[in-house]
C-alpha cells in the first residue's frame, strides 16, 4: 500500500472509532434512562415539566447554541431546525439528510448537553429530515 492509502485508512477507522464512542455513550444513555423507567423513578421531572410548549425548549436551546458556536456556524446549521418532544424523545428536524447528518455527527453531544441542562433530563436525542 503506498502512504496515500495508508493514511487515508488510518482516518476512516479513527473517524469509525469516534462515532462508535458516540454511538456508546447514547447507548448508555438509553440504558440508564430504560432503568428509571423500569423502576419507575422520576427522570428529572423537577427542572422542566413534559408539557411546556416545544417551541419554548426550541427557543432556550437555539439560544444557548448560538452562545457557544460561531454565527455562520448557527446560520448555516441551526436557522431553520424544528423539534418535537414525545415523552423522553426530542427530534430535532432539520430541512435535508445533510443538514441532518451534520447536526448529529458534529453537534450531538453539544445538543444533548444543552437539552439536559435546561430540562434536567437526559432525553433521546433523534435527528430526521424533513425530505
Request: charge should be negative.
Amino acid at each position: 500500500m503506498n502512504e496515500n492509502t495508508i493514511n487515508n485508512l488510518i482516518k476512516e477507522l479513527k473517524d469509525m472509532k469516534e462515532d462508535l464512542q458516540r454511538k456508546d455513550k447514547r447507548i448508555a444513555d438509553i440504558l440508564e434512562l430504560l432503568e428509571k423507567q423500569r423502576k419507575n423513578e422520576p427522570i428529572g421531572e423537577d427542572k422542566w415539566d413534559i408539557e411546556n410548549d416545544t417551541d419554548e425548549l426550541l427557543h432556550k436551546v437555539l439560544n444557548a447554541v448560538k452562545s457557544k458556536i460561531s454565527r455562520p456556524s448557527y446560520q448555516t446549521w441551526f436557522t431553520n431546525i424544528t423539534m418535537t418532544l414525545d415523552e423522553e424523545i426530542l427530534t430535532i428536524i432539520s430541512e435535508n439528510e445533510f443538514q441532518c447528518d451534520w447536526l448529529e455527527n458534529r453537534y450531538r453531544t453539544l445538543i444533548e448537553e444543552i437539552v439536559e441542562e435546561i430540562t434536567g433530563q437526559k432525553l433521546i436525542i433523534k435527528f430526521k429530515s424533513s425530505n
